[in-house]
């Protein structure tokens, strides 16, 4: 079976980029022959309209003659479901009617949330449309299933799981200069810097922390958000206790991970982040919201403290928690590394195999 995988460009940073190899690789040992091409922004930061529309063109015509000249039997989208992907990808769809090989859409994050609300009516057709008209909808939570097979129950829905392999592991030390036990507690937030990570609730959330012990959190990413959170740093008067490293990768965001002591997304809207894997690898307990697939993935008290979304005082409680109580750091960083393990590609990469290829079979049954 030919695979033609759309992906994120290496450019643009981010998980996309980070699992094509392992989803490419898995496929490959289950059989199959992959290719992989861009489908996505052409590199990190603002994109002018002009250079979204020349792009996004360039990309199709690119990906329209692989189709020509190498022939896939199905063509597995790594994507995500909010108005640039749509952008992207109902043109892709459209050029798929009524002839080439199926199309299948792997969702990182989705908006589906928003489907039906008033205002949403030309965002609410155009992903219904999508869902329509491609043969198979990947999604990471159970949370995202049900909601997308409510509103689309003709779609064709399937739950899975990331490929992951951990960089590397940590027995956590809580005597380190940096940790509860030496003086100055860190915690680490990584992911894009956008208001549904959770990031300003963070903030919040430290400077209550700050009143009653020492801490300091660590900010790798960036986004469009970056600005106002440097504002409300400076207005919280957090300048000394926030760390901004922009976007990292390598050895500057492995010791970013080394350096922590806990790992804190407060996310509105996921599907099951990268980040918390990556966390979840160097033996990191987490404090998050219980939503989607960190709600599927993570028990509460054994992997994670859950806090509910847009709440700074339940955030600032659940972080001090940790902070104050080294054996439930300990036991979390513990059950953590050996959680990430499920992920591991010999694992999960079967079940995309047996997908695409239901898929493939279902399209030649029609043939």
């Not at 189709?67 to 043109?91: G, K, Q």
């Not at 689309?152 to 036990?181: I, K, M, Q, W, Y």
Request: some cysteine; overall charge neutral.
């Amino acid at each position: 079976m030919r695979v033609l995988m759309l992906t994120g460009f290496p450019a643009i940073g981010g998980p996309l980029p980070k699992l094509a190899p392992l989803v490419a690789e898995g496929l490959s040992r289950c059989g199959c022959e992959v290719m992989i091409e861009g489908w996505s922004a052409h590199r990190a930061g603002h994109e002018s309209v002009a250079a979204k529309l020349l792009g996004r063109s360039a990309d199709l015509l690119r990906v329209q003659r692989r189709i020509r000249e190498w022939r896939p039997d199905v063509i597995y989208v790594a994507t995500s479901h909010n108005w640039p992907a749509l952008l992207r990808d109902v043109p892709l769809a459209l050029s798929m009617t009524g002839e080439g090989p199926p199309l299948v859409l792997h969702l990182h994050g989705s908006e589906c949330d928003r489907l039906g609300e008033p205002r949403t009516w030309l965002f609410t057709s155009l992903s219904l449309w999508l869902m329509r008209h491609v043969s198979a909808v990947l999604v990471l939570s159970t949370e995202e299933l049900c909601e997308w097979r409510r509103f689309c129950p003709e779609g064709r829905f399937h739950l899975v799981e990331n490929p992951f392999v951990p960089a590397a592991t940590r027995v956590p030390d809580s005597s380190h200069p940096n940790g509860p036990g030496g003086g100055c507690a860190t915690l680490l937030f990584a992911g894009r810097l956008v208001a549904e990570k959770g990031i300003f609730e963070l903030l919040d959330a430290l400077s209550i922390v700050r009143r009653q012990r020492r801490c300091r959190l660590i900010v790798a990413g960036r986004g469009e958000a970056e600005r106002e959170t440097v504002r409300r740093v400076r207005l919280l008067g957090l300048g000394e206790d926030v760390s901004m490293l922009g976007y990292v990768t390598g050895d500057r965001l492995e010791s970013a991970y080394q350096a922590a002591d806990v790992f804190v997304l407060p996310s509105y809207r996921e599907g099951f982040p990268l980040v918390v894997m990556e966390a979840m690898g160097y033996g990191l307990p987490i404090v998050t919201t219980p939503i989607r697939g960190c709600a599927d993935h993570l028990a509460p008290d054994e992997n994670a403290l859950f806090v509910a979304p847009r709440d700074p005082e339940a955030l600032a409680r659940a972080i001090a928690r940790l902070l104050d109580d080294e054996a439930l750091r300990r036991r979390m960083g513990a059950a953590n590394r050996a959680k990430v393990a499920e992920f591991a590609p010999e694992n999960v990469m079967p079940r995309y195999a047996e997908i695409l290829r239901g898929v493939v079979i279902a399209e030649e049954g029609e043939a």
